[in-house]
């Protein structure tokens, strides 16, 4: 039996953002039963959420939790009193369940689960490790969009590319793209960016502390037992 207190429109009906909210916490059931066109209008919405200034941001929030309500009666009643303009200072960071609108920005736009109370907090460390832009890869003399790379979307959807994978004058390191391949990073970015930044049991270190290393062969041979196991 589904729990009453669990389709209750979180944060109350005025405020956008805990819709959105909302919505990422319950992405799984919710999605399937918006129409291609709602899909798209609501990535447009998210992606102007994202980039706009804090009143258009606001703007932007009401439309799609608006569209949300349109979709989807059942689950989010059309409150009259859903507003652009915040009743307290924080609304617009209002969330639901650990999930905040900004994680409904990444299911929809950037295509990857790492959302929530608890991917959410290992999405936020990594994209908290020292990465270099696009332009920046590319400046240097590396195609940023080449094989064998870890991309992540940091905050807004902007590509960042974890800066351990680079020499000091911008070159990819073959090394890493080797272990990259092993570790199927093109299809798994973050599952990569994971094993790269965490402490590793069978290598004793974290894989990044040894680059550079006499240990750093160790990284593909530890890179082949993971996969190995699978």
């Known amino acids: 039996m589904t729990n009453p207190a669990h389709h209750a429109d979180p944060g109350g009906p005025a405020n956008p953002y805990a819709r959105l909210a909302a919505a990422a916490a319950e992405w799984?059931?919710?999605?399937?039963?918006?129409?291609?066109?709602?899909?798209r209008q609501l990535g447009l919405l998210l992606a102007a959420l994202?980039?706009?200034d804090a009143e258009a941001a606001g703007r932007a929030?009401?439309?799609?939790?608006?569209?949300?309500?349109?979709?989807?009666?059942?689950r989010f009643p059309r409150e009259s009193r859903l507003t652009a303009t915040p009743e307290h200072p924080d609304a617009g960071v209002a969330g639901h369940l650990g999930f905040s609108a900004e994680d409904l920005a990444v299911l929809v736009l950037d295509g990857h689960r790492m959302v929530g109370p608890v991917?959410?907090?290992?999405?936020?460390?990594?994209?908290?490790?020292?990465s270099?832009?696009?332009a920046e890869v590319l400046e240097g003399g590396c195609d940023p969009y080449g094989p064998g790379l870890v991309r992540l979307h940091g905050a807004g959807g902007l590509v960042r590319l974890p800066a351990f994978q680079f020499t000091a004058d911008g070159r990819a390191r073959a090394l890493v793209r080797e272990v990259n391949a092993l570790l199927d990073a093109d299809h798994d970015p973050w599952g990569a960016a994971d094993w790269w930044l965490s402490p590793n049991g069978w290598l004793d270190d974290v894989p990044q502390r040894l680059l550079d290393t006499p240990r750093e062969r160790h990284l593909v041979t530890a890179a082949e037992l993971l996969t190995e196991g699978e």
Do not use: K, S
């Open 50 to 52: 994202r980039m706009a």
């Open 119 to 130: 991917l959410g907090e290992v999405r936020a460390r990594l994209l908290a490790a020292p």
């Open 132 to 134: 270099l832009g696009d």
């Open 61 to 74: 929030a009401l439309l799609a939790a608006r569209l949300l309500g349109e979709q989807l009666p059942d």
């Open 28 to 39: 799984d059931e919710l999605h399937p039963r918006l129409t291609p066109e709602a899909l």
